[in-house]
Nanobody
Framework: QVQLVESGGGLVQAGGSLRLSCAASGRAFSSYVMAWFRQAPGKERESVAAINWSGGNTYYSDSLKGRFTISRDNAKNTVYLQMNSLKLEDTAVYYC???????????????????WGQGTQVTVSS
């Protein structure tokens, strides 16, 4: 099964940028729908963005569209989340997730994803 490893989190000042990476490995993951979620302390996990690995279709939360961009590099089997104009409210643990069931729909609920990375902390200050 696919395994996911996130990287790129850290501390950044408001207005700054970060790029998160999610390296994927496993069989047949080129067709998996993949996504980024985030979870702040005391809050439920929420969807950030989703992408069809092979098709290039994307979904964004309305509040984040225009600041965040999800993309892929097929040669590196990696999904990225470019985060610009970061705000204090963006502080959270960010998770990479994959649906390995063959769905063709961009999914926005955590329960619809069966593989998860360990998460990477993003902290926005000032």
């Amino acid at each position: 099964q696919v395994q996911l490893v996130e990287s790129g989190g850290g501390l950044v000042q408001a207005g700054g940028s970060l790029r998160l990476s999610c390296a994927a490995s496993g069989r047949a993951f080129s067709s998996y729908v993949m996504a980024w979620f985030r979870q702040a302390p005391g809050k439920e996990r929420e969807s950030v963005a989703a992408i069809n690995w092979s098709g290039g279709n994307t979904y964004y939360s309305d509040s984040l569209k225009g600041r965040f961009t999800i993309s892929r590099d097929n040669a590196k089997n990696t999904v990225y989340l470019q985060m610009n104009s970061l705000k204090l409210e963006d502080t959270a643990v960010y998770y990479c997730a994959a649906n390995t069931k063959g769905t063709i729909t961009l999914l926005t609920f955590p329960s619809q994803y069966d593989c998860w990375g360990q998460g990477t902390q993003v902290t926005v200050s000032s």
